[in-house]
């Protein structure tokens, strides 16, 4: 993901209008959306470690799962992140799979 | 330390050579058994035939969440499920894999396993990534005043701007995350698994280190 | 339905042929040109490339794709192919083949599969169940490892015998799906009593093997 493409060096906040909001995504189109975790579920799948980050804007939630994985360093509730994916229809929402996420003050 | 290599061929018999020869209890495995000629007569570490995701195998190769895993077999896919079984049926932390194709690098730089290229691969690289500290500097100015360190951001940087460990004589030049390398803004908070390039002194360096790996506040 | 196939060995060929058949969009994909060429399939497309690769990927449609079916000959390929498939193209339905039972396991969620294919597995399973009365034998899952296919030869000493298929007393999380009996196969009503020998073929939906075995099989063991 090009870090300069979203922060300025002498603006350490991101522009909110840059990124989708999560209400207008299209499934399956690639995308990235900025929000605020608001809830992160430890879930073995198989016996294996899943990560589940519920992340919200102003329109709406979505989830990012991570497979493999008990935590994210720096990625805790209340956190702002942008994650870039492609997102998936799912019975509770909005899916992104292993996405590439960035943390933000 | 205990360390596992999976694949016994030029890189992994030569890094094997490498860390058995400054003490550590070295493991190989490779499918091949006469692969592990390349070890040569006077290698007194262990030797285990098989499938390095096999989970019989790495058990027989005693695995265990404090082990150090190299996946350095000739093969992309087979190394990441080898990095992935490790970590996530074995709780091993220091695991990296070695990975030909950089586009498929990046994608599993996201499943946060850290992987090495092999065209700028250097047996140093794979040591940055289970020996953060010890690794030489990547380069040094003629008088030896000031180097460019190589280092692996794990958790407990992660979240923490870079402004916070940017002093007169020590800068973060370079930053590579999810396959992008850039000269980072001071302002962008570091993340677990970011590879950077750090300018500093020798004293710098080493505030440095013991800064980005302190526990601090929440940070767990 | 748009499906894409990657491996064009016999077992993907014969996919490709049977799919494009009953009028879904098929697209094959192999590394291998010579593979590729022997391909000579009315309405199938093909693709040359690595399907490891999310460039190949990508050509090959997966961007609308409806299914993707991992069926090389290889696990390593099998199972990075189908992450790729879940993770950068977000494609409902993945199916993947199991060469080597011993990496069965890996087979899931985990990996991007929702279906995993072993024939080892398969044949086992269709041996057991043509030679065993009176156990329970598992024939394969569905939905993720959330619904098992099985089926139980009634032996004499059944519990089940002669009682109707609404008395049996199964758990609320089991569907008789067929009764097969003297070569025939018969729709499960409610009020077929059943005979020792029929094989009863269920779906169970949720941790209640236990149970089953007791009401077709009885108090002792299998």
Known sequence: MNIFRRQRSDSPVVEESVYPLIASLTPRSKTAIRGRVVRIVRQPTQGLPTLLVRIEDASGAATAVWLGRRSIGGLDLGR??????????????LRFLNPAYTLLP | MHMIIVGCG??????????QSQGHEIVVIDRNKDAFRRLGEDFIGRKVAGIGFDRAVLEEAGITPDSAVMAVTSGDNSNIMIARVAREMFGVQRVAARIYDPKRAAIYQRLGIATVATVAWTSNQILNIVFPQQSSPTWTNPTSSHFIYERHIHASGAGRAIDEFTTEECRVVLLGRN?????????VLLQDGDVLHVLATSAAIAMFDHAVTAHQGSHS | MKIIIAGAGSVGRYMAEQLSSTGNEVTLIDSDANAISRVNIAGVTVTLGDACEVDTLSKAGSSNADVVAAVTGDD???????????QEFAVPRVVARVNNPNNEWMFNEMWGVDVAVSTPHLLTAMVEEAVSIGSLVRIMKFEHGKAQLAEVTLAAGSPAIGTRIADLGLPRETTVVAIMRDGH????QADIPLHQGDEVVVLLTGDVEQDVRRVLIGNSAS
């Open chain 2, 179 to 187: 396959g992008v390398t850039q000269i980072p803004p001071t302002t």
């Open chain 1, 80 to 93: 702002t992140v942008v994650i870039e994916g492609v997102p998936m229809t799912s019975a509770t929402g």
């Open chain 2, 10 to 19: 030029r890189v992994g018999s030569t890094i094997a050579r490498e860390l």
């Open chain 3, 185 to 188: 196969v018969l729709s499960p």
């Open chain 3, 76 to 86: 390593e390929d099998n199972l990075v192919i189908s992450l790729l498939a879940k």
